[in-house]
């Protein structure tokens, strides 16, 4: 009985160390989840069909300043004014948004240069994000003054998962 009782728990241990080894498909949760729903953590996303929600609209204030408030994860900034920076001088846009959460959050920008010279190179020459603030910096490697209402674009991806 007692070798019964032995054979089948060692039979039973076996068993589940065999089912331990067996590869799954189950999603790795790395050690920053925290707890949000995650089926889809590892799956592949078609990029050209996301749609964060975007704001398309004139800034507000100069040609070297620009702001604009705009709740959405993505925007669409028409510059002010012409933008006139050359020689690598610089201009910002400051987006105020509660979609900028946290450090580790990205930020994704681009400029249209929407007519510019031909002879500018606008460009974003950087972002900073804070809690609630997006800071975008153009500058100008040409002597050439783009003389033309840039567009920027600029979309936000939080960190962790966003269900």
Do not use: H
Request: overall charge neutral; aromatic content about 4%.
């Amino acid at each position: 009985m007692k070798r019964a009782l032995a054979g089948g728990i060692l039979l039973a241990l076996l068993g589940s160390v065999a089912l331990a080894l067996i590869a799954t498909n189950s999603p790795i949760i790395g050690p920053t989840e925290t707890g949000e729903w995650s089926a889809m953590q590892q799956q592949v996303v078609d990029v050209a069909r996301l749609k964060p929600g975007m704001t398309v609209a004139t800034a507000g204030g100069s040609a070297s300043a620009a702001t604009l408030t705009a709740n959405t994860a993505a925007i669409a900034a028409t510059w002010p004014a012409n933008l006139t920076i050359v020689s690598d001088a610089t201009a910002t846009l400051t987006w105020t948004t509660t979609k900028a959460q946290a450090l580790g959050d990205g930020v994704l920008c681009t400029l249209d240069r929407n007519g510019s010279a031909a002879a500018a190179v606008p460009f974003v020459a950087g972002v900073a994000l804070t809690a609630g603030q997006v800071v975008v910096t153009l500058s100008n490697s040409s002597a050439t003054s783009p003389a033309a209402a840039v567009i920027v674009y600029c979309m936000i991806i939080t960190q962790g998962n966003g269900n």
